[in-house]
């Protein structure tokens, strides 16, 4: 019930196409949903989060669309460009016992030019 | 310095020596985490402070010591560790335990040998 489940585990893109990354989770004390962005050699960054009373959040390029009735979330980055490349993480945590963020496993986008 | 500082950056060791990791925030945050990042695992929390105080021990090996003088310190220290231990280290703080705008180091990559 805790795990957050991530797909695919590497993305190879086009420039200027849309990366489509999906996180599905089990607990429906989640309220919290972030995405992060970690390139090699650094940690990860935290790049846009969503909460559940809202079915999209758009920053840029990146938008979070939101399924509360799926228990599905994904990110989308639109026109990807090559320095958009790196792992992208899916996160969700809960007030609580849910407290903790619990990462998804990561996918590996590559925007080719 | 602004963020949060891991040292050292790399770290080869045998698996009998003792070494310590060491992370610095100046963020004002206080609560402090030490996660471990391992190769298609998702990010595995290991302990949680929340000002100075451990939350969170995630069921992790004792030759795992963690130890938090301030909230602004955070330190792991390493003893008789295995090969399977060989991982990327990430400290993250954040403003309180319910508070999910983790900031992450850029971690510690530790070598087993």
């Known amino acids: 019930q805790q795990q957050v489940k991530q797909s695919p585990q590497s993305l190879i893109v086009q420039k200027g196409g849309i990366s489509i990354i999906n996180c599905a989770y089990e607990n429906t004390a989640f309220d919290y949903f972030p995405w992060y962005q970690q390139f090699p050699g650094k940690g990860p960054a935290l790049l846009i989060a969503i909460r559940p009373d809202v079915s999209e959040k758009k920053e840029g390029r990146f938008t979070i669309s939101f399924n509360k009735s799926a228990k599905q979330f994904s990110l989308h980055i639109m026109d990807s460009q090559p320095g958009d490349s790196a792992t992208y993480f899916c996160?969700?945590?809960?007030?609580?016992?849910?407290?903790?963020?619990?990462f998804g496993t990561g996918t590996l986008l590559a925007v080719q030019p | 310095e602004t963020g949060v500082t891991q040292t050292p950056r790399h770290l080869v060791m045998g698996m009998t020596n003792k070494k310590s990791l060491k992370c610095e925030q100046h963020?004002?945050?206080?609560?402090m985490y030490w996660y471990k990042q391992s190769a298609k695992k998702p990010l595995e929390l290991m302990f949680v402070y929340n000002f100075k105080e451990q939350t969170e021990n995630n069921s992790v090996p004792s030759r795992f010591s963690p130890e938090c003088p301030n909230s602004s310190h955070l330190f792991l220290h390493l003893h008789t560790l295995q090969p399977e231990d060989s991982a990327l280290y990430l400290c993250?703080?954040?403003?309180?335990?319910?508070?999910?705008?983790?900031?992450f180091g850029s971690g510690t990559r530790l070598t087993v040998v």
């Open positions: 996160a969700a945590s809960g007030f609580g016992a849910t407290n903790k963020l619990i």
């Open positions: 963020l004002g945050h206080n609560a």
């Open positions: 993250a703080s954040s403003q309180d335990f319910t508070n999910y705008g983790y900031t």
